[in-house]
């Protein structure tokens, strides 16, 4: 019987937990051609993991002295991509970087200026660095499901066992559903909602 426990750590054994999903996924006949992932998979053997078993990755990339460095030697950012080297290996990834204005103007004490950066790395040489970039933010459309599954249809897992959460995890998600199909009937009855 496996028992579901809290880790703090998402790195804890990332790389393991990744490669037994892509191993059931290969087993069972899918091939994966995009894998999308957050910063917390910026690691070299969750990357080397994600490369093996995809044929395309985009990871968010941690700011990392080498990143920055290259970031600060950027001057024009219509279009930037930075090609480097990860992890000391032979292979190069392509860095997209973007940089949007801070609303706070707080000065970053790393760059010297006013701008919040985020970078992708990726093995995509076709796509351009706008396509990179969307088709990485599309993350943000499941991570509200997520966060609305976690605050409106109650987000703690009140059991200790895998099996019992999983059917309470079921049962929130038809709650869900159920309660987007009734505003929607609703909706269409009534003018103001």
Not at 23 to 51: E, P, W, Y
Not at 131 to 148: A, C, H, L, M, W
Request: one cysteine or more.
């Amino acid at each position: 019987m496996l028992y579901c426990r809290y880790v703090n750590n998402v790195k804890f054994k990332q790389e393991d937990t990744l490669s037994k999903v892509y191993q059931m996924l290969h087993a069972n006949g899918i091939k994966i051609k995009r894998s999308r992932i957050d910063c917390d998979s910026f690691t070299k053997a969750v990357l080397n993991v994600v490369q093996e078993n995809s044929e395309l990755f985009y990871i968010r990339a941690q700011r990392c002295s080498e990143l920055t460095a290259n970031i600060k030697g950027v001057e024009k950012w219509k279009k930037v991509t930075i090609g480097t080297k990860e992890f000391g290996e032979d292979k190069s990834y392509r860095y997209v970087v973007s940089r949007e204005y801070n609303q706070t103007n707080q000065i970053d004490i790393f760059q010297g200026d006013s701008f919040i950066y985020r970078a992708i790395i990726t093995n995509d040489s076709q796509n351009s660095d706008e396509e990179i970039v969307f088709y990485y933010n599309q993350r943000g459309g499941s991570k509200k499901i997520f966060d609305e599954m976690n605050n409106d249809f109650g987000g703690d897992l009140p059991f200790s066992f895998l099996e019992q959460n999983t059917v309470y995890i079921l049962i929130r998600a038809m709650s869900r559903n159920f309660y987007l199909y009734f505003l929607e009937k609703i909706a269409s009855k009534i003018s103001f909602i």
